[in-house]
């Protein structure tokens, strides 16, 4: 299964550390959603979304 998160990462890049650990132990890849790439969603069996999480609301 292709795997992909796409990330929200700031303040002290919590987010991507343990997306890094994730990815080691399963291959996935990981998007930057501030980097602005072409990226084909579609490509992927699963999909998921991560940021940072602040007063219990997501960034």
Do not use: P, W
């Amino acid at each position: 299964m292709k795997t992909a998160v796409c990330y929200y990462s700031r303040h002290h890049g919590n987010t991507l550390q343990v997306l890094q650990a994730m990815a080691r132990a399963d291959a996935m890849d990981l998007i930057d959603v501030t980097a602005r790439q072409m990226v084909r969603l579609e490509d992927y069996d699963c999909i998921g979304f991560a940021s940072g999480v602040y007063f219990g609301k997501f960034h």
